[in-house]
């Protein structure tokens, strides 16, 4: 059976209300605070900084956001829930989604439809 697809929270630089969030630099900020939390994460004197793959920051349209990935939860709850509450405490607007997997035929057929 397949696996499920890994829930992701898109959490939106924008209240309730209808206001833009601030700073305009929040995404960036907020991402770069989780960058320690993932696979492949350098750490010491002669680390970079890179985005966890859990938590980024992204453009939709002209919105800036980050997104999150549940599997967080699983490596580290107390950063998975800071971030979601992050998010609550801001009136941020969040909205949950999951990356659709096609399977091998509809690759195809996607590709024979593109010519």
Not at 69 to 91: C, G, H, Q, T, W
Not at 92 to 109: I, N
């Amino acid at each position: 059976m397949a696996e499920a697809a890994p829930i992701e929270y898109f959490i939106q630089g924008i209240t309730s209300t209808g206001k833009k969030f601030r700073p305009s630099d929040w995404s960036e900020r907020l991402a770069g605070v989780m960058s320690c939390f993932g696979p492949g994460v350098r750490k010491g004197p002669n680390a970079y900084m890179q985005y966890s793959l859990y938590v980024r920051p992204t453009m939709i349209g002209d919105l800036k956001c980050v997104i999150l990935d549940s599997r967080l939860r699983d490596i580290e709850p107390m950063a998975f829930d800071f971030v979601l509450n992050f998010a609550k405490d801001n009136d941020l607007v969040v909205t949950e989604a999951c990356e659709l997997q096609l399977d091998h035929h509809d690759t195809e057929s996607a590709a024979q439809n593109t010519r």
